[in-house]
């Protein structure tokens, strides 16, 4: 009869179903019943991380119309924070990604995991591109437009330049096919990918920002409209990233415009 420890250590090694493991089954020490649960919940868990990189993968590829189509996925990060630019990035993978398992919409996934991702990602792709849109050109712009603007520069930023764009719910003219999909970085690898060095690349500005501005608390909120990041702007002031058009940052704004021209 098998130690626990030698059990442990095997079934530790052990990817996939072996004839051996029958026998465990019948082994009536505890012990030994705990270590194979635990190992069939994460071959469960594995085989659903397999099945849904399967199902992203195909997504892609149903929008192929010959096999030499690239696909390219687009997303962004940072619509809705009071401060900081939106960060948007392009990417295209190879047909078969097997690096990427568990690659998810990047809140999903937790921030060791998502730097991990994205160098991963960096690794394996054909092509990937970021752009970075400033708070000014949004405040001039609008959000929604400054966020196109910002996707149709980083597609046009590819090389080679993908036979079709999957943006994340927006619908983009780059004089290249293009599907918005909602909820885009759920049903798409590509996607996702671009959602991981969009989060990324932006929460690593945000965390630089911090050191320029502190007080603000820019490394803990990322320039969310949070209750310490509001209390800190009542206090401190705006500074040159904040976001002048959106409340209650315009609020404050038009307030102390009006208190100067009273004094």
């Given amino acids: ?116 991702f994205a160098e991963e990602i960096k690794k394996v792709a054909v092509s990937y591109a970021v752009h970075i849109q400033p708070p000014e050109e949004i405040d001039r712009l609008n959000i929604y437009q400054a966020t196109k603007q910002s996707m149709a520069e980083a597609a046009m930023s590819l090389e080679p330049a993908p036979s079709i764009i999957l943006a994340d719910a927006m619908q983009l003219d780059v004089g290249i096919p293009c599907a918005s999909i909602i909820k885009g970085d759920a049903k798409s690898l590509s996607i996702a990918a671009a959602s991981i060095l969009a989060k990324t690349g932006r929460d690593a500005i945000m965390e630089a920002y911090a050191a320029d501005y502190p007080g603000y608390g820019f490394e803990q909120h990322a320039g969310y409209g949070t209750k310490s990041h509001v209390q800190a702007i009542a206090e401190l002031g705006i500074t040159p990233i904040h976001r002048r058009t959106f409340e209650p940052v315009k609020g404050i704004v038009e307030q102390a415009d009006a208190m100067k021209m009273n004094e």
Avoid: Y
């Fill in 1 to 116: 009869m098998q130690t626990i420890k030698i059990i442990r250590e095997k079934l530790g090694e052990t990817k996939k179903w072996e004839p051996w493991i029958d026998e465990l089954e019948t082994d009536e020490r505890k012990a030994v019943q705990k270590l194979l649960a635990s190992w069939k919940r994460k071959q469960s868990l594995q085989e659903k991380l397999f099945e849904n990189l399967e199902l992203k993968q195909q997504f892609d590829h149903s929008f192929k119309e010959s096999p030499d189509w690239t696909v390219a996925g687009i997303d962004e990060a940072g619509r809705g924070p009071l401060a900081g630019p939106v960060v948007t990035a392009a990417v295209i993978l190879p047909d078969h990604c097997p690096t990427l398992l568990g690659l998810d919409d990047s809140k999903k996934i937790p921030k060791a995991k998502r730097e991990f």
